[in-house]
């Protein structure tokens, strides 16, 4: 496998869960996302692509954009490199209905601040910041609105691919075969694969496998050992669940709990290496069922 460049991830967490990611990609290099909460996505600079439910967004500086709990997001840069700010907000966070009609997209008061926090949010360094934000969760959609805004997506998740990625969400602690999603989907195994594919991004099991992630990362952030969190989440080895936990967080376990230590440990971010596990029979990134970015 081939290194085709860089990335450099580094964490900031509140009391409250809400935390902050800020991504540096070296060119040409792709990156995964997945978390359990709601997540802002914002363009710090730069440009690329990414594939977020069968939509090819094209990345821009200053484009900010909602990803759904559970949603893949796979960016990609070929020629710049891009710096993006993606923050995690516990769905336990979001205001459980709205003031008035809502719709799910950032607005422009949303997005400035969201781009001052993500420039002065340091570790060290957090004056004002617990204020700015509350306010960037009152702008956030009601839980009830991210609810209602799956089947309404512009791009519709096809029927078998939903109830296989539902079937797969349900058992994520086992691990499903290809067989069992085809008898759960009602499709043939070729037509699942490229469906599958096609509207997430990445093949089934390696949706498992960042579903399984995105739950540990979230225990983990609440307190639970790493080895808790591996058990939890169906890795019966500890070693590979780290390794994958790395991969796709792009820290090891450990760094990632002490995020939200006040005390600046150098362990909160990664440089790294990005294989080049892209295969010839589909555009884009591909990963192994341990491997994100």
């Known amino acids: 496998m081939r290194p085709i460049g860089s990335v450099r991830v580094e964490y900031v967490r509140d009391g409250r869960g809400v935390e902050l990611a800020r991504v540096e990609l070296g060119a040409p290099s792709w990156w995964v996302s997945m978390a359990e909460g709601l997540v ?5 600079r730069g440009e690329g692509t990414a594939r977020c ?30 710096a993006l700010a993606l923050f995690q907000v516990p769905r336990t966070l979001l205001r459980t209905a709205p003031d008035g009609v809502e719709r799910f997209e950032v607005s422009p008061a949303l997005a400035s601040l969201a781009s001052d926090v993500a ?17 960037m969760l009152a702008l956030l959609p009601s839980a009830r609105t991210i609810a209602a805004e799956r089947p309404r997506r512009s791009v519709l998740e096809p029927g078998a691919v939903r109830r296989a990625r539902l079937y ?9 075969t290809l067989d069992d999603l085809v008898a759960e989907s009602g499709a043939s195994k070729f037509h699942l694969a490229r469906s599958f594919r096609a509207y997430h991004g990445v093949p089934p099991h390696t949706y498992l496998n960042y579903y399984r992630l ?38 090891s376990p450990l760094a990632y709990a002490r995020v939200g230590d006040a005390r600046p440990t150098g362990r909160g971010s990664s440089v790294r290496r990005v294989p080049d596990v892209r295969t010839s029979d589909a555009p884009g990134p591909r990963a192994s069922s341990d491997e994100g970015a």
């Open 168 to 176: 797969l969400e349900s058992r994520f602690r086992t691990t499903p």
């Open 53 to 82: 439910r069968g939509e090819r967004l094209v990345l821009h500086e200053g484009l900010a954009r909602l990803c759904m709990p559970h949603e893949v997001a796979v960016v990609e840069t070929e020629r710049t490199p891009i």
């Open 40 to 44: 802002l996505l914002l363009v710090v």
């Open 214 to 251: 995105a739950v540990a990362r979230t225990l983990i952030a609440s307190g639970a050992r790493g080895s808790d969190a591996a058990v939890a989440t169906g890795f019966a080895d500890q070693s590979h669940f780290s390794r994958s936990f790395r991969k796709l967080i792009g820290v």
């Open 119 to 135: 420039s002065r949010w340091k570790r060290e360094a957090r004056e004002g910041i617990d204020d700015a934000l509350t306010e």
